[in-house]
């Protein structure tokens, strides 16, 4: 049953002895609106607070300080210290001076394998030379050690120096080393030669075979290239802990030959099993030879990091080696619950808590409008879940999902690959090679397995910020203020659309005319998704000397041209278009915003209703559209399109515990919103309608001034007449003759005047017609600039209304009181007149003037004057108007 209440009146009106009304769908909406605000606002420091307990769990748990600073010793120690071409102990090379199969053997026997697997103890520079300067060493006790030393850093359990596997002083080998290879997938049918009927004999004077490779690496090569390896062949092993430095460079030997010429290695035996798979035997490296990958695992303690370096080595068909050392790593213990992780632990559970209540509140929300659905389940989601704000949630929740799946695999990996290193060292200590060959191989596959994993996990890792950033977004729309950026891309959507194909369009020809020119030369320009980034880091000033000199070496006048074309069309016109397209925008928004509410005034506004909610003097806004849910039944549809009248009658009885003054107020609120909402905007027709009354008003009113000057002037500065029958001497009529003739000249002056001043107000009127001419015209054109110094805005043009209705009632005061006084002084005038007339009726006595002294004064003068009222009677009876009018 619904409550009763008085019988409303017109929305939005206040009756005689009646409450405030407003329509119930009107009060919804905005009350809607007004849970949606709060919710969007309380939901930002939420938002923020994920953003910083995910960021604490990634950092600390990946902590990529700390890998950074085991990869690069590692990355620095092999790319300058594995050298080779050694001039006494100077090596004057390293990977980077690999151009060929032979320098890639010589840098593998000469500086890799002495670097990693350490036959001796490494000493100081010229330390023999100096023990000899200062020891007698034939003499006494004292003798050069050969292979160890013995530090005992490790007390009496140390081992002799250098111990097998150990590299850098702080990481342990695991297993050994890998040596695999890729080749080419191209056959030698599709090898080219001139002609169509003469390739049996060109193949024969090539004299070689031929293999292309149409998915080489062809410039400067990238992680992906060196962190995968597809299809791997003729993969041999160095194990250090089962073989000897000796029986390591045998094998390379055997490798680098194909195992010929053994009786002048005095040994039968082929050590390279991949060059025994062929008949003839053939060289370990081939024409086939794609990409060669030295591989090593290595293990600190320190920091509990295993790392995968692998040496790349790229042979592209066009006889060029490219190089890269790729290090991977991975915390073996990362998923282990103890003391080193315990923050990395407590985030990723307040990280899952916060997630799980995203969850529960999108659930509940999904429950509640498939329960309350008056329709087909999915069209009820369509109509009243399905947005953005939604959308955003769970796609966030999903790619979080995701990032979780990831890590509870990765921490599987972690767990196999410990599995891994124990049978590794299991193996060892049985001194079998087949079976420790065996699992350090296993151990290789699950160290790659672990690692692309990992690596998948941060890629996933880097995604969800995205996602977070897209509910920032989302949170900032509820506050105008913090909204201003997506409304400016939101507006300015247009205007960079059309721009954008301008843009793309200029930069496609530039990319393409620099991939024509310089692709040949120059490796940033090689083809068109590289000429694409380098004219992107050309915008962005990433342009130095060194990048314009590779230009130069190929054409310096085709380098001047094209760079020219595309400093002038791309940096100087088109950037600036487009910071100006957004600028433009953004000043449009920053005005329509610089009213609206700011982020404090919310703050504050929130921090008000909880204190009043704590107080009881007010209830939740979600308290209230309960209510209006329970009275329909939880029927949204119908609940919100009801054009029931509520008053703060009504909403206090339905609503337990609201307090009449919250009650007006929400309802006072939601018309002033829906007002503003449905108010049509301004439009520039509206200015020019008001100036055009204001033009016209000002013109009647100096009209009338200029009418009341002119009559004032007339009567007050005219003679005294007379009549020529009351002169009787001489004297007199040259008097009056004299008044006559200045009467007449005033009168024509008079009307001089009178002319000139009706011409300058018809001058003055076509220039305030041309003057509002063009400051509607100035207003056609700048809309929004002359609103915002005329008017400056839409919501103070009822305040600058009122104004000129009070400055133009300030002026017909100041008129009303300018008439006041003309007709004072206009009836001063009369009574002088009338005072000259009987003081002169008195003079004359006798005379047929004295007969008619009761007239009124108009015909005495105009009898004074001897007849013709045409002259002196209009103004007469234009002074009764004014007294009249003046009267009214």
């Not at 060029?320 to 992780?341: C, F, G, Q």
């Not at 659905?373 to 959308?391: C, H, K, P, Q």
């Not at 027709?685 to 100096?702: G, N, P, Q, V, Y």
Request: aromatic share 10%.
């Amino acid at each position: 049953m619904q409550p009763s209440h008085s019988a409303p009146v017109p929305a939005g009106r206040v009756a005689k002895g009646k409450e405030f009304a407003v329509p119930q769908k009107v009060y919804l909406k905005w009350l809607r609106q007004q849970m949606d605000v709060e919710r969007a606002c309380l939901e930002l420091p939420f938002t923020i607070a994920l953003l910083c307990i995910f960021g604490a769990f990634a950092i600390i748990g990946l902590s990529q300080d700390r890998i950074y600073r085991v990869q690069h010793a590692i990355h620095e120690d092999i790319a300058a210290n594995a050298n080779f071409a050694f001039s006494r102990y100077q090596g004057h090379k390293n990977y980077e001076d690999v151009h060929g199969i032979e320098d890639f053997w010589s840098w593998l026997r000469l500086g890799y394998l002495p670097l990693v697997v350490q036959p001796v103890w490494s000493y100081s520079e010229g330390r023999d030379i100096a023990v000899a300067s200062v020891f007698d060493l034939s003499a006494g006790p004292v003798s050069e050690p050969n292979q160890t030393w013995r530090l005992n850093a490790f007390g009496s359990g140390s081992q002799p120096l250098p111990i097998s596997g150990d590299y850098l002083r702080y990481n342990r080998m695991v297993g050994g080393l890998r040596l695999r290879q890729g080749v080419s997938s191209g056959s030698k049918a599709s090898c080219r030669f001139p002609g169509a009927g003469q390739r049996s004999a060109w193949e024969r004077w090539y004299g070689k075979s031929c293999k292309p490779n149409y998915q080489e690496v062809i410039y400067s090569p990238e992680p992906a290239d060196g962190q995968t390896f597809h299809d791997p062949v003729r993969v041999e092993w160095f194990l250090p802990e089962m073989d000897g430095l000796d029986h390591i460079y045998s094998k390379v030997l055997d490798m680098q030959d194909g195992c010929s010429q053994m009786a002048a290695k005095n040994r039968s035996e082929c050590l390279c099993n991949s060059c025994q798979s062929s008949t003839p035997a053939l060289p370990w490296l081939r024409e086939d030879t794609n990409r060669v990958e030295v591989g090593m695992v290595t293990y600190n303690a320190n920091e509990g990091i295993v790392t995968h370096t692998g040496v790349n080595f790229w042979f592209t068909r066009g006889g060029r080696v490219l190089k890269r050392i790729e290090t991977m790593s991975i915390w073996v213990d990362a998923s282990r619950p103890d003391v080193s992780n315990l923050w990395t632990m407590v985030f990723g559970i307040i990280w899952t808590l916060l997630l799980l209540h995203i969850f529960c509140t999108e659930v509940k929300e999904i429950a509640i409008i498939l329960i309350n659905a008056d329709t087909v389940w999915y069209m009820a989601l369509l109509e009243e879940y399905v947005g953005f704000s939604n959308t955003v949630d769970w796609i966030s929740l999903i790619v979080a999902t995701v990032v979780a799946v990831f890590f509870v695999l990765l921490s599987y990996q972690s767990t196999e690959l410990q599995v891994a290193m124990n049978v590794v060292l299991q193996s060892e200590a049985s001194a079998d090679r087949e079976a420790y060959e065996e699992s350090v191989g296993e151990f290789f596959a699950q160290c790659q397995a672990a690692l692309e994993q990992e690596r998948s996990s941060r890629i996933m890792l880097s995604i969800y910020p995205f996602m977070l950033m897209l509910r920032l977004l989302k949170s900032f729309d509820a506050q105008p203020r913090l909204a201003i950026i997506t409304e400016t891309l939101r507006e300015a959507g247009q205007d960079m659309l059309h721009f954008g194909l301008a843009f793309c369009g200029v930069c496609i020809c530039l990319c393409l005319q620099s991939v024509l020119i310089f692709g040949r030369d120059v490796e940033d320009l090689g083809n068109f998704g590289r000429a694409l980034h380098f004219a992107f880091r050309i915008v962005f000033d990433e342009f130095d000397d060194k990048h314009f000199h590779e230009l130069e070496r190929v054409s310096r006048p085709a380098a001047y041209v094209w760079f020219t074309a595309f400093e002038v069309l791309v940096v100087i016109i088109l950037l600036n278009m487009l910071l100006a397209i957004i600028m433009d925008n953004y000043m449009m928004v920053k005005k329509r915003a610089r009213l609206r509410q700011s982020l404090l005034h919310q703050i504050h506004e929130l921090w008000r209703r909880w204190r009043m909610n704590r107080r009881k003097e007010r209830v939740q806004l979600k308290e209230i559209w309960n209510a209006f849910a329970e009275e329909a039944v939880w029927n949204r549809k119908v609940m919100c399109q009801s054009d029931r009248l509520l008053n703060s009658h009504f909403l206090v009885e339905l609503i337990p515990g609201l307090p009449p003054s919250q009650a007006e107020r929400t309802l006072h609120n939601s018309w002033a919103q829906h007002l503003q909402e449905t108010e049509a905007p301004f439009a520039v027709s509206e200015a020019h309608e008001s100036l055009a009354d204001l033009e016209s008003s000002t013109r009647c009113i100096r009209s009338g001034l200029y009418y009341a000057f002119d009559v004032v002037h007339y009567f007050d500065s005219r003679p005294v007449p007379g009549t020529n029958d009351l002169v009787t001497d001489t004297q007199e009529k040259a008097i009056f003759k004299l008044a006559m003739n200045e009467a007449i000249e005033e009168e024509e002056e008079l009307a001089a005047f009178t002319e000139r001043a009706r011409r300058e107000e018809k001058d003055s009127e076509r220039t305030v017609v041309a003057f509002v001419e063009d400051q509607t015209a100035r207003l056609s054109s700048e809309a929004a600039e002359t609103l915002a110094q005329a008017l400056q805005s839409l919501e103070k043009r009822q305040i600058h209304i009122e104004q000129r209705e009070d400055a133009m009632t300030d002026a017909v005061r100041q008129m009303h009181a300018r008439l006041l006084q003309l007709r004072s002084d206009a009836a001063i005038a009369t009574r002088r007149l009338e005072k000259a007339l009987y003081f002169r009726e008195q003079r004359n006595k006798g005379s047929s003037a004295w007969r008619k002294r009761k007239a009124p004064v108009s015909v005495m003068i105009a009898s004074s004057f001897g007849s013709d009222q045409s002259e002196f009677g209009a103004p007469t009876m234009e002074l009764e108007k004014l007294r009249l009018s003046t009267t009214t």
